[in-house]
């Protein structure tokens, strides 16, 4: 190995171990409370190796919500079925979902319950509309297939009902999050409620469920 690609390396391991001190610290005390100088003592280093990384905080926190979106991204697509029905891969995006949700808890609430400031478009590693590398985009593209496959279907704007959906899925998914130990309310496995939910959404717009 070269000296050049030792240093590479040494480089992309600290890099690795500042994100992953950034991404300990928010899980603790959330984004607000997460500073340069907290990362350093973290890890054992100056102010300024950080800074010899990254420009500043909100660019540690951009490469996190990429980092975060794109497993997000990859969990989804890995559960559809290219050869399943539209209506059966949209289910099976959900089941996707709330299974990301509970294995990976703390990226689900720095994605969307406790959220760093939005990442501007071209600010982004990942490509915006691109399925591929934008999650959105890719459950998008499984809604107008579905709407396109049956004229039946009462809504047509795929957009719409895929933010329709996805506040259904996100609100219980938020429920268990907040409520889980809650003593007054014995909450149903959040897989299960996911999922009837799901049906009974597709089924309130004409979609056939199998």
């Not at 950034?22 to 603790?28: G, Q």
């Not at 300024?48 to 905080?57: A, G, P």
Request: charged share 25%; net charge negative.
């Amino acid at each position: 190995m070269s000296i050049t690609e030792r240093r590479q390396r040494e480089r992309e391991a600290l890099r690795r171990k500042i994100i992953d001190a950034a991404r300990s610290l928010c899980a603790e005390a959330g984004y607000e409370a997460l500073t340069v100088r907290a990362i350093a003592a973290r890890i054992d280093y100056s102010t300024s190796v950080i800074y010899s990384q990254f420009e500043d905080k909100d660019d540690l926190l951009r490469v996190i919500a990429d980092e975060d979106f794109a497993e997000l991204t990859r969990h989804l697509a890995d559960a559809v079925d290219a050869s399943a029905s539209p209506a059966a891969a949209v289910l099976a995006m959900a089941d996707a979902f709330v299974s990301f949700a509970l294995t990976q808890p703390e990226h689900y609430r720095r994605l969307f319950i406790n959220p760093p400031p939005p990442v501007a478009v071209a600010e982004s590693a990942a490509e915006q509309g691109n399925p591929n590398e934008d999650a959105y985009a890719l459950a998008l593209q499984l809604f107008t297939a579905l709407i396109e496959s049956d004229p039946a279907i009462e809504q047509r704007d795929a957009e719409a009902l895929l933010q329709m959906f996805w506040g259904t899925l996100h609100g219980l998914i938020a429920l268990h999050m907040t409520l889980g130990d809650e003593p007054w309310v014995s909450l149903k496995p959040l897989p299960d409620l996911v999922q009837g939910a799901a049906r009974a959404l597709l089924r309130g717009v004409g979609v056939r469920c199998e």
